[in-house]
Structure formats: structure tokens, C-alpha cells
């Protein structure tokens, strides 16, 4: 079965400063791996996946087999930065539809 | 182009009543999955439907079921309410259901009184 670790709750940091959101996951095949965001009174939406290797909004994420992690990462913080950031993985194979959710971190960037 | 809708928003139910969600998923997408959210156990898949099959389901009781309609329409029904019901349900659709971006509705909110 696949786990998904985000290993902190809360996270603070102060504008432009660095953040990292962790992400660890277990799961002996190849998943795909994706980051959601949760703004304030909005849906859920997609932030960035693996396969795409894009940078959104000044994120970047790096698959680390190896390390079997996920993590989150964005140079210089904004205040807008500050939401709910869920980790997911899909198993493939007949997964269809499934995303296997971390707890989320809570961002806050203060001014 | 319209995002993932569903109706009701929000609705407040009694113990043992029955409750149906609906939801429309974006245009040409045929995958739609349901989830629960809760705060002591996250985000829970509850199963997935493609061309109105079911093809995965979580681990949920059989309390909870769902189906989809020929346009991709779904719907899902949740029999005997308990209190622990209460929850976010949210609806995603996809393409395939199967690797590509999975897109999420805004959710109905259940209360169970």
C-alpha cells in the first residue's frame, strides 16, 4: 500500500525568506507525485507534478527515489504563498482516479 | 471553461437519513472520482467511475455507494447516516482517471445531526 509523510503541520516563514515543504512517500513501484494547493475559500487545485518537471508560481519540486521524497520548495516566499499544501501520489497501473493525500501543511508567510 | 461543479453545497442531515451529491465534471473529462475530507483523517478516496463503471473504489463501507451517467455526470449516495458522515465530499475529474491532472470541485459540505 502507498503512504504519503508531510511531516509538518504548521509551517511560518517571513517574506522572502526560502521554504521548503517536506514530503516523503512510500511505495515500492514508480507513482507519480503531485502538489496541491488549498487558498483561502478555494478548491483544491493542482500546483505542480513530477512528470512535468515545470516551476509554478516560483515552486519547484525534485523526485528523489533514492530518498523516496517530494519536497516543496520556493526561493523567495510571498505573502500570497500562504495556504494549505497537500502532497499526493498516484500508484498507476489500475489506480484509476486515486490520489493518496499527505496530512497537508499549513503555510503562513508573514509580512 | 466550466470547472468541476456540485450541488448541494451544503446540506444538514439526521442520523439513519440517506443523502445523494451530484456532480458535474469539466467538459470532455470521462474519469470522475469522489472523496472525503475530514480533519482527523484527511483526504480519502472513495472510488472512481469511467464511461459508468466503476473502476476503483477505497475503503469505505458498502454504506457509500456511487454511479455515473452516459454524459459523466455522478452521482453518490450514502445510506444510514452516522454522525462520523459528516464531512467535505469532493468531486475530480480527469480525462482518464489514469496519470493525467485530476481537478477537483469545491466540495458539498454534510452535516450529520
Known amino acids: 500500500a502507498q503512504r504519503v509523510t508531510q511531516p509538518e503541520k504548521l509551517l511560518s516563514v517571513f517574506k522572502g525568506a526560502p521554504v521548503e515543504l517536506k514530503c516523503n512517500y512510500s511505495?515500492?513501484?514508480?507513482?507519480?507525485l503531485f502538489w496541491y494547493v488549498q487558498y483561502s475559500r478555494q478548491r483544491l487545485q493542482l500546483l505542480l507534478r513530477?512528470?512535468s518537471r515545470e516551476s509554478i508560481k516560483g515552486f519547484t519540486a525534485d523526485l528523489n527515489k533514492g530518498e523516496t521524497s517530494f519536497h516543496l520548495k520556493k526561493p523567495f516566499a510571498q505573502e500570497e504563498d500562504s495556504a494549505m499544501y497537500y502532497c499526493?501520489?498516484?500508484?498507476?497501473?489500475?489506480?484509476?482516479?486515486?490520489?493518496?493525500f499527505g496530512q497537508g501543511t499549513i503555510l503562513t508567510v508573514h509580512p | 471553461k466550466a470547472g468541476v461543479t456540485q450541488t448541494p453545497r451544503y446540506l444538514i442531515k439526521t442520523r439513519g437519513q440517506q443523502v445523494t451529491l451530484s456532480c458535474s465534471p469539466i467538459?470532455?473529462?470521462?474519469?470522475v472520482s469522489w472523496y472525503q475530507q475530514t480533519p482527523g483523517q484527511g483526504l480519502q478516496f472513495l472510488f472512481e467511475?469511467?464511461?459508468?463503471?466503476?473502476?476503483n473504489k477505497g475503503n469505505f463501507p458498502g454504506r457509500f455507494s456511487g454511479r455515473q451517467f452516459s454524459n459523466s455526470r455522478s452521482e453518490m449516495n450514502v445510506s444510514t447516516l452516522e454522525l462520523g458522515d459528516s464531512a467535505l465530499y469532493l468531486c475530480?475529474?480527469?480525462?482518464?482517471?489514469?496519470?493525467?491532472?485530476?481537478?477537483f470541485g469545491e466540495g458539498s459540505w454534510l452535516t450529520v445531526v
Open positions: 467511475y469511467f464511461s459508468e463503471t466503476q473502476r
Open positions: 499526493a501520489l498516484n500508484a498507476g497501473g489500475t489506480s484509476y482516479g486515486k490520489l493518496t
Open positions: 511505495y515500492s513501484g514508480s507513482p507519480e
Open positions: 467538459s470532455g473529462h470521462r474519469s
Open positions: 513530477h512528470i
Open positions: 475530480a475529474s480527469s480525462f482518464t482517471g489514469l496519470g493525467d491532472t485530476i481537478y
